[in-house]
Structure formats: C-alpha cells, structure tokens
T-cell receptor, first 115, second 113 residues
C-alpha cells in the first residue's frame, strides 16, 4: 500500500521569508500524481500544486514550487515570500495513475506565519 | 462556475441512528469521491464513484455506503452510527479522466452523541 509521510507536524516562518515543507512517499507504481493541498481554518481543501510523476520538470505556481526527487521519493513544497494568508495545514497527497484510486494523504504540517 | 457543494454542513446525530450526506459535484465532473477526516486518523479515502458505479473503496466497514445518481450527484450513508464516526466528511469531484485534479467541497461536520 502507498504511504505518505510528512515529518514536520508544525513549521513557523517569518512573513516574507521562504519555508520548505517536506514530504516523502512510498509506492511501487511508476505512474502516479502528487499534490499539495492547503486546509485553512475553514477546513476546505484547496489545491496548491500538482506534479505528474512522468514529468521531470518541477511544478511551479506563483510563489509555490516543488522539489520532486523521484528516485528518492521526495516531494517538498517551497513557499516563497510567505504571507499571513498562507497560514494553514498543508497536506501532501498521492494518487496512482490508474484513475480509480483515491488520494492517500500525509498527516499534515501546520504552517504558522509570524508577522 | 459553482464548486463542490455539500449538504448539510453541520449535523448532530445520536448513536445508533443513520445519516445521509449529499454532494453536488462541479458541473461536468463525473467522478465523486468521499473522505473522512478525524484528528486521530487524519484524512482517509472512503470511496469513489464514476458514472453511477463505485470504482474503489477504502478500508471502512459496510456501515459506510454511497451511491451516485445519473446527474453525478452523490450521497453517502452511515448506518448504526458510532461515536467514532464523528468527523468532517469531505466530498471531492473531478472530470473523471485519469490524473486530473480533484476539487473539494467545504465538508459536512458530523457529531455523534
């Protein structure tokens, strides 16, 4: 079974600084997708960024970028120029490429932004 | 366009009762999946439906069931509620093509007393 591990239960960063959230996963599949979701206090899951395993290029969405290391099964999220609105729980998630599987989530990282 | 809509948003049930939660996916999305979020177990996949057929199911007892209608709307049902079923239930939808992005609703908060 696939597993997703987020080793940082909580991270704190100063506003405008850069922070990196870690995620590792375990799978025997070659075709899969990785995601970072943000869950603010409202509890709605918001997609931050996605990465297809077959793509070598790291995904980027504005201030958010990933460092995808397929051989190491690592998928970290970098948030540049942190803003107060970035404060939330961040979940790393995996989905096999077959299409029918659900998402496997990590336990989450609580990100605190210090003003 | 409208996002994933879940109803009701909050509900309180008594142990032993049953509950039905509803989810309307984003227009054009044919796949609906359900997740349970608890402080202890985190986010866990319940099941996924596509074109009215259950395609996959997570490791949950048979008390948890679901269905999908021809308009892609979905319901999940939990029978014989237990205290441990208290959770945030999240519905998500996607178009159904392999690999595309999953979008979540705001969730239904279920408290079992």
């Amino acid at each position: 079974a696939q597993t997703v591990t987020q080793s940082q239960p909580e991270m704190s960063v100063q506003e405008a600084e850069t922070v990196t959230l870690s995620c590792t996963y375990d799978t025997s599949e070659s075709d899969y997708y990785l995601f970072w979701y943000k869950q603010p206090p409202s509890r709605q899951m918001i997609l931050v960024i996605r990465q297809e395993a077959y793509k070598q290029q790291n995904a980027t969405e504005n201030r958010f970028s990933v460092n995808f290391q397929k051989a190491a099964k690592s998928f970290s999220l970098k948030i540049s120029d942190s803003q107060l609105g970035d404060a939330a729980m961040y979940f790393c998630a995996y989905r096999a490429g077959g299409g029918a599987d659900g998402l496997t989530f990590g336990k989450g990282t609580h990100l605190i932004i210090q003003p | 366009k409208a996002g994933v809509t879940q109803t009701p948003r909050y509900l309180i049930k008594t142990r032993g009762q049953q509950v039905t939660l509803s989810c309307s996916p984003i227009s054009g999305h044919r796949s609906v999946s359900w997740y349970q979020q608890t402080p202890g177990q985190g986010l866990q996949f319940l099941f996924e439906y596509f074109s009215e057929t259950q395609r996959n199911k997570g490791n949950f007892p048979g008390r948890f069931s679901g269905r999908q209608f021809s308009n892609s709307r979905s319901e999940m049902n939990v029978s014989t509620l237990e205290l441990g079923d208290s959770a945030l239930y999240l519905c998500a939808s996607r178009t159904g093509t392999a690999g595309n992005t999953i979008y979540f609703g705001e969730g239904s908060w279920l408290t079992v007393v």
